[in-house]
Structures are given as C-alpha cells and as structure tokens.
C-alpha cells in the first residue's frame, strides 16, 4: 500500500508513527501531579461536608491564615500580670445553660466549659481564661444550682490558656484531681512563665482510652494529636428528657503546630489527619449523635443554648445525627489534607 502512495501521503503516515511512538514513550512516565487540582478538591469534600452546620470549622481550617511556626517564647500574659488588661467583660460574658439533663454550659460568648454532673459530683471539662473562669463557671454553676466545690476532675483537652486557664484555681481550692496529655503537661512544666496562675499540679496523665469515671457515668479520654501534641478528645453519654445520648467531644481545632515549611510541616498534619480518623471511628464506634467543642465557632454553642430556650417539643439543637458527627471530623481532615499538599507541592518544586 505505501509504494502506492503519493511522496507527501507517505511522509504523513510517517510523521502519524512518529507521534504514536512518542505518545506510548511519555505514557511511560509517570505523569506530573497537578497539585492545585488536589487541593481544590479536598477543599470541596470539606465544603461539602460541612454543609450550613459546620461553617466555622471550615472556614477556620481551610480558609484563614494559619498560625504557622513554634511558639518558644515563655512571657507572662498581660492579662495575668496586669488584670485590668483582661478583654472587656462584654466581649466574653454569656448565660450559664442547662444543656441535657446532667450536661450544663458554664463557658463564654467564644470558649467553651462544660459540667457533666453525677450523683457523685461533677466532671468539668475545659476552664476558660485566668480572668473569666471565676465568674462563668464557679459564678455558672452557682446560678444553675450547682455547688463548684463538687468538682472532682477537671480534664484539659490541650494546654492552652483558653482552656487551662482555670485548672489551677480549681485544683487550689476544690481539690479537683486534673488530667492532662502528657506533652501537654510537658509544655506547662517547660513555660513557667506562660503558664503563670495556669499551671495545676500534675495529677492524671491521660492515655488512650482511658476511662474517667464519677457517680455511674464514664468519660472515655481518645488522644488526638495535632492542634497541640497532648490534645484529648472525649467520649461521653449524656440524658435528654431521660433518653440517652452519645457525645464526641473535639478538643483541638486549629492548625497550631509547626506547619509553615514542609519538614515537619507534612508529618505534623499527617499526625492531625489520623487523629481526625481516630475520633471519627470512636464517634462512630459510640454511635455519637452531638459533637461538642471548646469554642463555638465550631460547635455553635453559644447560638444553640439560645436556641434551646425555645425547643419546646422539637428535636434538640445540639442532636445532629451520627452521620453529620462523622461529616465533623471529614471537614478537619480534608482541610489538613489541603494544607498538607500545599506543603508537598512546596517540596515538589525544589
Ligand atoms: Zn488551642
């Protein structure tokens, strides 16, 4: 057939076997990864997941700056050395609430506090700042009824002042045994100074697991590396109207770690990653149907102990559901998988 061809039908045939030789050649090489493709669509399974109920999660994880580098720096805070620097009271105030039958909010506007009360006393779980935790919870239980002195455990989910800040004056005056992440307690150990009025005596070193158990009702500690590395998430059942119901508790949020070059930038969100998977199978495993945090940017907090006041016979605002529980924790892990592979790409391009 080609000794019949015209001389430029020829060459065209030629040139045809030439491109398919060089296309099978390139098919051969792996091909180049579109890291910005990757990105976009783990930003879009975490939108997705997080439909209207977890905005603030989104948006904090996926979309604002992140604080990147190690904070090494150990200086008294202004508010601790000078009170009357403490933001102003209106920034911060919110109503103590009864949120289930043995489940009561003593947090603020912003950060979270909560009491699981027993028959044996209370479980309190995160403390605010130095400056307010006097007033909304001890000033919060008193108002709904409780006595602070029946606080018997105060668990920390990570050693940050917006959380800690109340373990130490707990611990002094009620004797509270308080549990904490190892590297958590660590930290409080290794900043004196950061930790001034925040640093509570070392009583329990939390473990995966572990149960904290008061008056019949058990609290199961899971260690969730990542926004700090002793960070604590939480298991618990609390009653609604007498029913039972399964809690999740999130204890760490933000990308806080060292995130900013990609060693250790990449490992420090693969450690987040696998923590969001960890307390996503322990929310399944439960059969959790509420996810609670300690800020209500992510858990809506302060909007539903509001919305409770008018639920009359409806569903209860905080009940989501244990597929939206599990969306949760889908949300955290697609936004750290985005900013992981902002990190590779990095490294991809030296
Ligand atoms: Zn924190």
């Known amino acids: ?3 019949s061809m015209p001389p430029t039908a020829l060459r065209t045939a030629t040139v045809f076997v030439v491109a398919i030789a060089a296309t099978a050649f390139a098919q051969q090489r792996p091909a180049a990864r579109n890291f910005d493709a990757e990105i976009r669509a783990a930003q879009q399974a975490a939108k997705t997941a997080a439909g209207d109920e977890f905005l603030g999660s989104l948006v904090r994880t996926c979309f604002l700056p992140q604080s990147g580098g190690e904070n090494t720096s150990d200086t008294v805070p202004n508010y601790v050395s000078n009170p009357a620097a403490a933001p102003a009271r209106a920034t911060w105030f919110a109503e103590p609430a009864k949120v289930f039958d043995n489940l009561y909010f003593v947090g603020g506007k912003v950060h979270s506090s909560w009491a699981l009360t027993t028959n044996e006393g209370i479980i309190l779980i995160d403390t605010i700042f130095p400056y307010n935790s006097e007033e909304l919870i001890e000033g919060g239980l008193r108002k709904l009824g409780l ?3 029946n606080i018997k455990y105060v668990l920390i989910s990570h050693a940050h002042a917006d959380h800690i800040g109340g373990a130490e004056m707990l611990q002094t005056r009620y004797g509270a045994k308080v549990a904490m992440g190892a590297a958590d307690w660590d930290s409080v150990a290794s900043y004196p100074n950061r930790y001034k009025s925040m640093a509570p005596k070392r009583n329990i070193v939390a473990t995966d697991g572990m149960k904290i158990t008061l008056g019949g009702s058990t609290v199961t500690v ?14 618990f059942t609390v009653l609604d109207r007498g029913k039972p119901v399964n809690v999740a508790y999130s204890g760490g949020t933000a990308f ?3 995130n900013n070059t990609p060693d250790p930038g990449i490992r420090n969100f693969q ?3 696998d923590s969001q998977r960890h307390m996503g199978e322990k929310a399944a495993a439960t059969g959790a149907t509420v996810l609670l945090s300690n800020h209500s940017e992510f858990d809506n907090a302060y909007n539903k102990n509001r919305m409770l006041a008018g639920r009359g016979d409806g569903p209860h605002p905080y009940e989501l559901g244990a597929d939206m529980v599990q969306r949760y924790f889908q949300v955290l892990g697609n936004c750290a998988r985005a900013a992981q592979l902002a990190l590779e790409k990095q490294a991809a391009s030296r």
């Open 1 to 3: 057939m080609i000794e």
């Open 147 to 149: 006595d602070p002195k």
């Open 222 to 235: 899971w260690l969730t590396p990542g926004h700090t590395p002793g960070t604590l998430s939480y298991t």
């Open 256 to 258: 806080n770690f060292v």
């Open 271 to 273: 450690t987040y990653i």
